[in-house]
C-alpha cells in the first residue's frame, strides 16, 4: 500500500535521466566467442555454408522414412488402443480357442513394430546412408585442401 505522499514509480534523483522502471534492459556484456578473441577463428573452422542439393535430398530421404515408419507403427497401436477403448466385446471375442481377438492384435502389434524397424534400418542403408556418405565427403573434402588433418 502506498502513501498518498509518496510518489510512484519512484523518480530519478537529481542529476539523473529517469529510467523506466518497467523496461528489460539487457545486460551489457560481450557474447560468448568460442575462441577468446573476438572476430579471430582459427583455419580449420570453416565458416557455415547454405545447405546444398546433397543436403537437401538428405534431409528430404530422412523425413520420409522417418514418416512411414513412425506412422505403421503408431498407427497400428492407435487403432488397437481405440478399438479396446469403443469395442471392447469385438476385442473379447474368441479366434481360436483361449485366444481372444485383442490378444491376437496385441501381437500382431508387436510384429508391426519389429516389422517397421527392420524396414526402417534396411530402407536407411539403401537410401539414406549412400546420401549421407556423400555429404560427408564433400564437407571434409575443404578441410583436406585447406591443410587441416582429419
Do not use: K, N
Not at 25 to 34: F, Q
Not at 77 to 100: N, Q
Not at 123 to 133: G, I, N
Request: net charge positive.
Amino acid at each position: 500500500m502506498t502513501h498518498p505522499d509518496d510518489r510512484y514509480p519512484p523518480t530519478a534523483p537529481p542529476g539523473r535521466t529517469q529510467r523506466d522502471p518497467w523496461r528489460y534492459d539487457a545486460p551489457a556484456y560481450a557474447p560468448y566467442d568460442p575462441y577468446g578473441q573476438a572476430g579471430h577463428r582459427p583455419p580449420h573452422v570453416l565458416q557455415p555454408q547454405p545447405p546444398g542439393p546433397d543436403l537437401t535430398a538428405l534431409r528430404s530421404a530422412y523425413r520420409g522414412l522417418r514418416r512411414v515408419s513412425t506412422l505403421a507403427a503408431l498407427g497400428s497401436f492407435v487403432a488397437y488402443v481405440l478399438l479396446s477403448c469403443w469395442a471392447p466385446d469385438l476385442m473379447g471375442s474368441e479366434i481360436a480357442g483361449a485366444l481372444s481377438l485383442g490378444m491376437g492384435l496385441g501381437i500382431l502389434q508387436l510384429l508391426v513394430t519389429f516389422a517397421a524397424v527392420f524396414w526402417y534400418g534396411r530402407s536407411a542403408r539403401r537410401s539414406v546412408d549412400p546420401l549421407a556418405q556423400a555429404v560427408r565427403e564433400r564437407s571434409v573434402r575443404p578441410a583436406r585442401d585447406a591443410g587441416v588433418a582429419g
